[in-house]
């Protein structure tokens, strides 16, 4: 008897954070998983932790914004781990300024590697989804959707993110691909360690303070994350799409 062969996932910005634990909770459901990040010595670490726990991965350099090189990775990742079917769009950086302060490039490179990084990520892949009548797309976006001050540049793409989920959710759905949205509030990475040293602030203070805004009193880490994209991407998930999670231990923090 033959073994069906894994469904394969690709995680952005996979080399730590958010990413990482995404993409060992999708290779622990039994996805071959895709890491991508910006260099891919960087992806070495979150490869080999697949490996070790007896899963199959491939690092693949790539900036998500910049359509040759998606175009070369997606077709590497189709060649040696298969078609991929799960995409999901986690690569991120900030640029926060007030806006009087923000610079053109502070924006031009969050919209860059946010929603130009998820357009062409998204488009490179559909066209396996569409063919394997089966796909899932979850896109991250941030409580900062909703309006954060200090980040006019992060909070337009986070809630741009929200259309462009439902607008896919609405063209590929019957081809069997759901497309979702992951809003998260406060998640302990390097991304939130670099926000507090910018406001010149400790960071265990800083948590401490945070998880006294949350309602389930605590700072969220990227598992709480990870767990819920393997929701999404479940084959009991099916009947969900175009919706926005937020993770955020309450309503909004
Ligand atoms: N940490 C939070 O509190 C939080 C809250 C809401 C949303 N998010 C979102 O979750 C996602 C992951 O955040 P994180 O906290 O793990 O961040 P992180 O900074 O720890 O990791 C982001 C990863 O993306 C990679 N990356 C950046 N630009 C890239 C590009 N052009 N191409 C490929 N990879 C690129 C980085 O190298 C890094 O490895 C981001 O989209 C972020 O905006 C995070």
Known sequence: MTETPARVAIVTGAARGIGAATA???AADGFAVAVIDLDEASTAGTVEAIEAAGG????????VGDAEQVQAAVDRIAAEL???VVLVNNAGVTRDNMLFKMTDADWDLVMHVHLRGSFLMTRACQRYMVDARWGRVVNLSSTSALGNRGQANYATAKAGLQGFTKTLALELGKFGVTAN??????????MTKATAERLGRDWDEYVAERAAA???ARGGVPED???TVSFFVSEGAGFVSGQVVYVAGGPRT
């Open 24 to 26: 060992l909770r999708l």
């Open 56 to 63: 199959r991965a491939l690092g693949v350099g790539a900036d």
């Open 82 to 84: 298969g078609p991929p």
């Open 181 to 190: 949205a992951i809003a998260p509030g406060f998640i302990q990475t390097e």
């Open 214 to 216: 949350i309602p389930v």
């Open 225 to 227: 994350i990870a767990h």
